[in-house]
């Protein structure tokens, strides 16, 4: 639990960037946001109401992601959206309009998140 003075959603984005090193399935929610990493090291955070997804680290690598954390709001630099097809977690890039199929993420554990 977490209350609305202390959370800071980049220190959650670091948490699953540390889990996703460490290559630990983890999956935290947050009101609408969901945060997951894998046992490949992926990492995401997902806002589940909109479909707005990001990828905050590939293969146990962090990756960038912009969040301005005040202590009232926060503004996430979406760069997708995503939708979960079965056992297939998919990934459209906001920019390029890029298709990514992605096989074993867990699936089922997200769809149960919506």
Sequence with gaps: MVDGK???????VRYIQR???AHDERIVTIGPFVLFSTETG??????AT????????????????H????ETTF??????QYRIEGGTFVYVDGHSGRVTAIFGYPTHKL???R
């Design 19 to 21: 889990r996703a090193a």
């Design 6 to 12: 202390s959370f800071r959603l980049a220190d959650e």
């Design 50 to 65: 909109d479909h707005l997804a990001v990828r905050v680290a590939r293969e146990g690598d962090p990756e960038p992601v």
């Design 111 to 113: 769809a149960r998140l």
């Design 67 to 70: 969040i301005e954390d005040t």
């Design 75 to 80: 503004t996430v630099g979406w760069k997708g």
């Design 42 to 47: 992926d990492a995401w955070l997902l806002d």
